[in-house]
């Protein structure tokens, strides 16, 4: 078994296959039965969210906490409620790399405070994770792309900036840069 802190970093860097969820099917299997994709999100939200409640209830020790987590909601349900809303309310085409950005520069992101180079590493490698996936989802020209990572990335490193021990930022890193850039997908796409 990995150390707490590597398992952490891994479970981030592999947190984007949640996204396979814009592939499962809206109606899944019988649709008499009333069981839609969206149903399937609110119990995965909800069973985590129960699995922490418990866990704080009863004083479990979870491996891969941090020890200030003992006693406040966990940084896996807060990214999940983060992903949960993001997937729930906000365009794919934002949420996926926004989501991503979240996953892999994050780990990066303390790496580099604690190495004195944040943020001249996170900032261009969260940039490059933005640009890359919006122009592999398409439907974006190269000045749409560079408008939507230029407020996207500083937006999300500061939200991810604040040591804030009520909520983590795998919450912040995702909804705050979702809640600047949606309303600006319209007026960017319709003007560039």
Known sequence: MPPPHLFRRL?????????????????????????TREALL??????????????LALRIPVFGLRKYEAGRMSAYAWGTIGLGLALAFFPPPLVIPVFCGMAWVDPLAAWSRKTGRYPWVPAPAYALTVAFLLA?????????????????????????YPDIRVVDDDFT????PLLALTPLLYPITALL
């Not at 609110?42 to 866990?55: E, H, K, P, Q, S």
């Not at 439907?139 to 939200?159: H, K, M, R, Y």
């Not at 890193?173 to 705050?176: G, L, N, P, R, W």
């Open 11 to 35: 479970f981030h860097l592999a947190s984007p296959v949640f996204l396979l969820y814009y592939w499962i099917p809206r109606d899944l299997g019988n649709p008499a039965t009333g069981l």
């Open 42 to 55: 609110v119990l995965a939200v909800g069973t985590v969210l129960a699995v922490d409640i418990g866990r």
């Open 136 to 160: 592999a989802i398409g439907g974006f020209d190269p000045l749409e792309i560079l408008a939507l990572t230029a407020i996207a990335t500083p937006v999300a490193l500061l939200a991810e």
């Open 173 to 176: 890193m995702t909804i705050v």
